[in-house]
């Protein structure tokens, strides 16, 4: 059974043009901040005008070539403003969530992030350990590549460091330029705030004085509640027997925690492929069938079809965790359930339908999930887990722990 995502074809043009500039109280953080959802062959059109009228940019869109998000960026930091995306689908500003954001204590610690999903869980354990956050901005997953040059991280921590809210600045990158951390990590440092810095995958990266480098998104959030002076620890999940010699096959909303999830799988179990790789994860090449361990984004293949955000409507992840299961190699199904503002009202139960038949029709099958989320979402996080151990599901404290927890599942002699 291929593991393919398929959509329905989507005529772009049909996509309304959606251009929100946020009003807010004078003074407030958002004032002057300009969202854009458009069609990305207007994109950057509008995030030019944008810029050109004097404002902050948040770029929704994505289909951005790399080519104009540089001289967007150029642009922008030229001209004192700060151009997140392509594909910044979530902030925190002046208390504010936009986009998939979760409703999480203000606090100490302010957020760089390269992608939505990786921003939310990390927002989500400084609330759960007690500090809070101060700002969440996040950069577009490709800004810490060689060609992009960290353009809107750097000017993010510029922004951090004038700010009197935050009192340490943890840095989340999905995928990283090694030449570019190394820029990337000094300037960190420079800011005087204390740093910790999650490089998905990272093995050794030297850091300077004051920034401490992690390879998971858990373990610098750890690190930055520390660093604001709490003293939280993550609970142990440990696995209760071996499922069988199998494979793990991760079906996520969004690139962020299935990129942390190919970096740790791949760090355990050899080979893994992914259309959203981190560390040693081999990339998905175009409509490769699927085979072994895998991590598969869905967002990503929803927006290269037009279709629903899958936080939005988690129909399309139903439907593959379907076909995955019907894959008798796979042991361990490895999930993310995202809440927030504009996630779907009820993720969970939307897919439990699809949950329930694999667990019926496959006893032995294990499925791990993580809920990125807190009481004070909509969908109230302890409702959601409940739904999720009532179906047999096993659940982690952290995206990190979750896929550890899927890899000690398939691996004999631990």
Avoid at 44 to 52: C, F, K, M, Y
Avoid at 88 to 99: F, L, P, R, S, V
Avoid at 107 to 125: D, F, K, N, P
Avoid at 257 to 276: D, F, M, Q, T
Wanted: with cysteine; proline share 6%.
């Amino acid at each position: 059974m291929s593991d393919v995502i398929q959509f329905p074809e989507h005529d772009p043009t049909d996509t309304p043009i959606e251009t929100l500039v946020v009003a807010a109280p004078a003074g407030d953080a958002t004032a002057g901040l300009v969202v854009i959802g458009v069609p990305s062959g207007y994109a950057a059109l509008e995030a030019h005008r944008a810029i050109g009228a004097g404002a902050d940019v948040m770029l929704v869109s994505d289909g951005v070539s790399i080519d104009d998000e540089v001289v967007l960026k150029r642009r922008a930091h030229d001209a004192g403003h700060l151009l997140m995306g392509p594909g910044c689908e979530t902030a925190i500003i002046g208390g504010i969530g936009i986009g998939f954001a979760n409703a999480v204590s203000a606090g100490r610690v302010g957020v760089i992030a390269t992608s939505g999903t990786s921003a939310q869980e990390a927002t989500v354990l400084l609330d759960r350990f007690g500090v809070g956050v101060s700002t969440c901005l996040v950069t577009g997953c490709r800004d810490l590549t060689d060609k992009v040059g960290a353009a809107t991280a750097l000017d993010s921590l510029a922004r951090l460091a004038t700010d009197t809210a935050t009192e340490v600045i943890l840095l989340v990158a999905d995928a990283w330029s090694p030449e570019v951390a190394r820029r990337l990590l000094p300037a960190l440092a420079a800011t005087g705030k204390p740093g910790s810095v999650c490089l998905m995958g990272a093995d050794g990266v030297a850091s300077p004085d004051g920034v401490e480098v992690h390879p998971a998104i858990d373990g610098a959030a750890l690190g930055a509640a520390r660093l604001a002076g709490a003293r939280p620890v993550i609970p142990a999940t440990e696995p209760t027997g071996w499922v069988s010699a199998g494979h793990v096959r991760g079906i996520f909303s969004g690139s962020g925690l299935c990129a942390e999830a190919s970096a740790i799988l791949a760090g355990r179990l050899g080979r893994v492929v992914s259309n959203a790789p981190a560390g040693d994860a081999v990339p998905l090449e175009g409509d490769e069938v699927v085979r072994g361990h895998a991590c598969l984004d869905v967002a990503t293949a929803a927006r290269e079809h037009g279709a629903p955000h899958p936080i939005e409507d988690p129909e399309h992840r139903a439907r593959l965790l379907v076909d995955t299961v019907a894959d008798q190699t796979v042991a361990v199904v490895l999930l993310d359930v995202v809440l927030g503002y504009a996630a779907h009202p009820d993720p969970v139960g939307a897919l439990a339908p699809a949950l329930s038949r694999a667990l019926q029709a496959r006893p032995s099958l294990q499925v791990v999930a993580h809920v990125v989320g807190t009481e004070a979402d909509p969908q109230v996080l302890s409702d959601q887990e409940a739904k999720l151990e009532a179906l047999g599901v096993r659940l982690a404290p952290t995206s990190g722990q979750a896929a550890r927890l899927a890899a000690a599942l398939v691996r004999p002699g631990r």
